[in-house]
DNA sequence: TATACGTGGCT
DNA sequence: TAGCCAAGTAT
């Protein structure tokens, strides 16, 4: 019988994620919320394996919101180095300062507040008031719209994201008890990340397997709008950029436009990639050329 | 709603 | 090898 009512699904991932969840740095009980925030911001659209060194160097060195509010946010940037999605560090940086000036160096625990916050997101927020304070909020990520669309909802594939239906699917089983709802957020994420992946799911060790709706009807193949296909980085803008901020990130005095453009021969490119630096604040002018904000 | 935004490992 | 994929956010 599929998993149609409210229990079934939190009482197997639980028991499941207490039995075989990774231990990561920042599930750990006495890890800071600054120390999960951080994680998060470092996690969005990146594996696990690439954050953690990442992580340790990062609350070793900035261990408060104010320790990292008080140097520049190039520094972040040149810290954050080849993880990817260089502005994460600049709003991560942006949001201690936020964090420090606005909430006396503590990290807000509301919802809304840390919505409020530059590089938070409906994800981010809601991970974050779970995670670090045990707060009832449903918890929605890529992984946790799988493990729903093929447990609960018989399809391969999540639909198109909607933020007003996913988190709908999600609070709909969603443990009233605060302590078993932290464990599901947590669990139905883990469980989507190493068993019910999006290519070749591992249903042979899934807690969910004898109730799945997708492996009930038979594995039925996806047959809704397909994600559009992620653009070849070899050559793109992004690429461009990518060199650049590699140069900033190395230099430690201002890079000139020669040496820049250097890295790239199609100049119109190139120009495209540096002003789009610029106005993203991720690269400032300073005398006679270019510098980490 | 669709697109831009890094980087690297895996198949 | 070329393409797929990874705990999203901002616009």
Known sequence: MPATDTETLPRAVNAWFRANARELPWREPQCSAWGIL???FMLQQTPVARVLPQWHAWLERWPTPAALASVP????????????????A???HACAVAITEKHGGVVPADVDELLALPGIGPYTARAVAAFAYGVRVPVV??????????????Q???GPPSATRDLAAMSAVLPL?????????????ELGAIVCTARAPRCGDCPLASVCSWRLAGYPAYDGPRRAVQKKYEGSDRHVRGLIMRELRAAHMPVTDAELSALWPDEAQFGRALAGLLADGLAVREGAGYVLP
């Open 141 to 154: 990520d890529t992984n946790v719209r799988r493990v729903l669309a093929r447990a609960v909802g018989g």
């Open 73 to 88: 946010p190039g520094e972040a940037v040149r810290a954050w180095n080849r993880l990817g999605y260089p502005r994460r």
């Open 177 to 189: 008890d605060e302590d078993e709802a932290r464990v599901f957020n947590a669990g139905a994420m």
């Open 38 to 40: 951080v994680s998060e």
């Open 156 to 158: 391969a594939e999540p």
């Open 90 to 92: 600049l709003w991560l």
